[in-house]
């Protein structure tokens, strides 16, 4: 059975970050951050959702990311990190929401836009238990530092498309 979420369409009434909590909440060790970011969602959503260019970007510990289309909002994802190492995620990205699984990580990204710019949730675990106490207080650090990263993008782009 696949933890992907959406596989039997969306939840009516949870917007893509309350959906994140969600599975968060349902990951276990799972970290989530969220962050309000002073910019429209679609500008917020087009560095998200460009996996090849912008996550080696904002997340440190990719260099190179390829994407292979498999459906609808069904993708193949492959991440090279700097220390050679590389992992195969099997990944859902639809408007305002992506979520990766390989075989020892989750990744979430969601977003939705509120009063004056846009709410940005950002969650992820090791999948191995008994890295998953140790991980958490790094994976805090990590995502606060990563989401720092993505709203310098965000408004990068931003001042790019003015």
């Keep these: 059975m696949s933890l992907i979420p959406g596989e039997m369409g969306p939840v009516a009434g949870l917007d893509p970050v309350r959906r994140l909590r969600v599975m968060a909440a349902a990951t276990p060790g799972c970290v989530l951050l969220e962050r309000f970011v002073a910019a429209p969602f679609d500008v917020v959503w ?34 090279l ?7 195969d995620f ?19 990204l969601a977003a939705t836009p509120v009063p004056g710019g846009t709410l940005v949730g950002r969650a992820g675990s090791t999948r191995r238990r008994p890295l998953r106490r140790l991980a958490v207080p790094v994976l805090r650090r990590a995502f606060a530092r990563e989401l720092d990263r993505f709203e310098a993008r965000v408004q990068a782009r931003r001042r790019d498309d003015r």
């Design 46 to 79: 087009a560095v998200a959702a460009d996996l090849e260019n912008e996550l080696p970007r904002y997340q440190p510990f990719v260099r190179t990311v390829r994407v292979t289309p498999r459906g609808e909002d069904r993708l193949d994802v492959r991440a």
């Design 81 to 87: 990190g700097n220390a050679r190492l590389s992992a």
């Design 90 to 108: 099997d990944a859902v990205l639809r408007s305002g929401w992506c979520w990766m699984q390989s075989r020892h990580i989750t990744f979430g």
